[in-house]
């Protein structure tokens, strides 16, 4: 059976399946990598994440460890600078 026997409507009905096709097959590979920058996107932002929280606990634990040892330096009492100094022992990565 040749393409030029054919009914113009069974034409037209197979080059529109053709094209629903396509069409389909173009969706399904931009569903695939939509998905696969989500999962790239996804792995960035909790890695970032992450170390936002670690960046902000280190700067809480610098800022602390500092006022200690200002508010040490400027007291006389040894009792009162051991009290202030026993406040680093909170934050040991600071020591």
Same mark, same amino acid.
């Given at each position: 059976?040749?393409?030029?026997?054919? =009914?113009?409507?069974?034409?037209? /009905?197979? /080059?529109? /399946? %053709?094209?629903?096709?396509?069409?389909?097959?173009? %969706?399904?590979?931009?569903?695939?990598?939509?998905? +696969?920058?989500?999962? #790239?996107?996804?792995?960035?932002?909790?890695?970032?994440?992450?170390?936002?929280?670690?960046?902000? #606990?280190? #700067?809480? #634990?610098?800022?602390?460890?500092?006022?200690?040892?200002?508010?040490?330096?400027?007291?006389?009492? +040894?009792? %009162? +600078?051991?009290?202030? %100094? =026993?406040?680093?022992?909170?934050?040991?990565?600071?020591?």
């Amino acid at each position: 059976m040749e393409f030029s026997t054919w =009914k113009v409507s069974t034409r037209l /009905g197979v /080059g529109y /399946g %053709a094209l629903i096709i396509l069409l389909l097959c173009v %969706a399904a590979l931009g569903l695939l990598g939509m998905n +696969q920058n989500n999962k #790239s996107l996804h792995h960035v932002v909790d890695t970032n994440v992450k170390k936002m929280e670690l960046l902000e #606990s280190m #700067s809480n #634990s610098i800022h602390v460890v500092s006022r200690v040892v200002r508010t040490i330096a400027l007291l006389d009492d +040894q009792a %009162a +600078q051991d009290r202030e %100094a =026993k406040k680093n022992y909170r934050y040991p990565c600071c020591l």
